[in-house]
């Protein structure tokens, strides 16, 4: 039982750390884009990588701290596994603090399903104004940084996971 625990926190932790890293490596095309270009470009993301992301990073945290729960305190596993719990919800303070602003901001106006609206808040609140190129610029790079950082945390929580399991008999 043990054993699926680790393939299945590995598996969710690694597609968590797959969608952040893909938004960053698309970071060097998409500063290459007008406003224009960017808002279409940006819209395709919303609805895969909000079920998927949903998913994967919060059963990433329920895996991750169902095997830290399995792990003998004070091993040198038990703190690996900890601080990829860490780095994994690190990961969503960035979410929460950097991104999500945005997300709300960006979708204003933007037709949301139902479960879309509730999530991304979009319903009856105003964004900030979207008037100016600097405003949209320093957005866009919020945005486009925050997945960096995002991605960042995600693949050391992957690398202290799997090395966790590597020396889980050591």
């Known amino acids: 039982m043990y054993v699926l625990l680790e393939v299945v926190t590995v598996i969710l932790v ?3 750390m797959a969608m952040a890293l893909a938004h960053a490596l698309e970071l060097p095309g998409k500063l290459r884009l007008g406003k224009e270009r960017y808002f279409v470009v940006q819209q395709i993301y919303y609805p895969g990588f909000t079920i998927g992301g949903g998913v994967a990073e919060v059963g990433g945290i329920i895996a991750t701290l169902a095997s830290l729960l399995t792990a003998r305190v004070g091993s040198i596993q038990f ?10 919800l690190v990961m969503q303070g960035i979410f929460w603090f950097m991104t999500q602003p945005v997300n709300k901001c960006w979708l204003q106006g933007v037709e949301l399903s139902s479960p879309a609206k509730g999530f991304f808040g979009t319903e009856g609140r105003g964004g900030p104004a979207q ?29 202290l996971l799997t090395t966790a399991i590597a020396l889980h008999d050591v």
Not at 79 to 88: E, G, H
Not at 134 to 151: C, D, G, K, Y
Request: charged share 15%; proline share 0%.
């Open 131 to 159: 008037s100016q190129e600097t405003e949209w610029i320093a957005l866009r790079n919020r945005w486009e940084i925050s997945h960096v950082m995002r991605a960042v945390a995600a693949m050391l929580s992957l690398t």
């Open 14 to 16: 690694a597609s968590a």
């Open 79 to 88: 703190w690996l596994i900890a601080c990829a719990l860490a780095a994994l």
